[in-house]
């Protein structure tokens, strides 16, 4: 039994230096005193100061936060109705709807999105990309919000009613404040994947509209230098911090 254990320890480790590694070498790089990912040369802080004066980086991550922000806002929505109708109504074909995009290729859902807008006639840019990240989004807030539609009590509602509340005082007193943390978990998970997709942007951006992961992608095509390794670093720590706060609210979430 010991030995399995060990065994177990030993192969858990190795997996998950496997997976963490890389991105701990890409944040020790970030702070390296050469243009070159070849050798350590040196501390430095001269990226990260060189990134945020960096107009084309700093235009892609404006660009990144309002889709980001535009997106969850509108998923959070939808996807707050959708979850509830799911555990209300227990309809066959709507879970189906809501999962789809979730579980459909993202090359697939890219180039379906590109031939839709071409088929409108849009204009791809920023508007295109967020309608492209609303759709998949929802989903993820509809899976958080049934999560926690299931854990609540629906006795409270009952009293509330016998007790002489009207359908609306339920949900704004009662339901809403019970669903918030999933809510918010919901809504925190559609900004940190809006954020970090690329396969999806890539196909409905336009010309003019980059984000970050496009920047990154741009940059990288040519030479990894540690500018990069800076702002993957940043988008990182951006993502576990909202990953952590997902988790705190949530803890359900993440296993729906």
């Given at each position: 039994?010991?030995?399995?254990?060990?065994?177990?320890?030993?192969?858990?480790?190795?997996?998950?230096?496997?997976?963490?590694?890389?991105?701990?070498?890409?944040?020790?790089?970030?702070?390296?005193?050469?243009?070159l990912n070849a050798e350590w040369v040196g501390f430095t802080w001269k990226w990260y100061d060189k990134?945020?004066?960096?107009?084309?980086?700093?235009?892609?991550?404006?660009?990144?936060?309002?889709?980001?922000?535009?997106?969850?806002?509108?998923?959070?929505?939808?996807?707050?109705?959708?979850?509830?109708?799911?555990?209300?109504?227990?309809?066959?074909?709507?879970?189906?709807?809501?999962?789809?995009?979730?579980?459909?290729?993202?090359?697939?859902?890219?180039?379906?999105?590109?031939?839709?807008?071409?088929?409108?006639?849009?204009?791809?840019?920023?508007?295109?990309?967020?309608?492209?990240?609303?759709?998949?989004?929802?989903?993820?807030?509809?899976?958080?919000?049934?999560?926690?539609?299931?854990?609540?009590?629906?006795?409270?509602?009952?009293?509330?009613?016998?007790?002489?509340?009207?359908?609306?005082?339920?949900?704004?007193?009662?339901?809403?404040?019970?669903?918030?943390?999933?809510?918010?978990?919901?809504?925190?998970?559609?900004?940190?994947l809006s954020i970090d997709d690329f396969v999806i942007t890539f196909f409905v951006a336009g010309v003019?509209?980059?984000?970050?992961?496009?920047?990154?992608?741009?940059?990288?095509?040519?030479?990894?230098?540690?500018?990069?390794?800076?702002?993957?670093?940043?988008l990182m720590l951006l993502t576990l911090i909202l990953i952590t706060l997902v988790a705190k609210l949530?803890?359900?979430?993440?296993?729906?």
């Amino acid at each position: 039994m010991k030995r399995k254990n060990r065994l177990l320890k030993i192969s858990a480790l190795g997996v998950y230096s496997f997976l963490y590694l890389p991105l701990l070498i890409v944040v020790i790089y970030s702070f390296n005193d050469s243009k070159l990912n070849a050798e350590w040369v040196g501390f430095t802080w001269k990226w990260y100061d060189k990134l945020f004066n960096n107009r084309e980086m700093l235009t892609a991550a404006r660009n990144s936060l309002i889709i980001a922000s535009a997106s969850a806002l509108i998923a959070t929505l939808l996807g707050t109705l959708a979850g509830m109708t799911i555990h209300k109504y227990r309809l066959k074909l709507l879970p189906g709807l809501v999962i789809a995009p979730i579980a459909m290729p993202d090359i697939l859902m890219g180039v379906s999105l590109l031939l839709f807008f071409i088929m409108l006639n849009m204009s791809l840019g920023l508007l295109s990309i967020t309608l492209a990240h609303i759709t998949f989004c929802i989903g993820f807030v509809a899976l958080s919000v049934q999560a926690r539609m299931s854990n609540i009590d629906r006795s409270l509602t009952e009293a509330a009613r016998d007790l002489g509340a009207t359908p609306w005082q339920c949900f704004r007193k009662i339901t809403l404040p019970l669903l918030a943390p999933g809510i918010i978990a919901g809504a925190l998970m559609a900004f940190t994947l809006s954020i970090d997709d690329f396969v999806i942007t890539f196909f409905v951006a336009g010309v003019d509209s980059s984000t970050l992961p496009l920047q990154i992608y741009s940059m990288v095509k040519i030479a990894i230098t540690p500018e990069v390794n800076a702002i993957s670093t940043l988008l990182m720590l951006l993502t576990l911090i909202l990953i952590t706060l997902v988790a705190k609210l949530s803890p359900g979430a993440l296993r729906s």
